[in-house]
């Protein structure tokens, strides 16, 4: 993991997580490329930051049910309405 994506993780500072992916979009997503890692989400659980996680959670949210949509798996209605 990018050690500046763990800082902001241990810090619980949002404003750096969103920097960071502003920088590289794919930042979260490479870290998908490896089976296991410890991620912003248990860096930031392990430090008591849960301020950050809702927003850690609601980008691979969206990421998840882009990948849903892309694949066919869900219709568009159940993603914009109360189906996801």
Known sequence: MDPRLEQAAESGSIDELYALIDENPYIL???????????PLHVAAASGNIK???PNMM???VQMAK???ECGLVERNQVDGEGF
Do not use: Q
Not at 29 to 39: G, I, Q, R, W
């Open 29 to 39: 997503e490479n870290m998908d490329a490896v089976p296991f890692v410890s991620t």
């Open 67 to 69: 990948l849903l949509l």
């Open 52 to 54: 950050i996680l809702f």
């Open 59 to 61: 980008i691979h949210f």
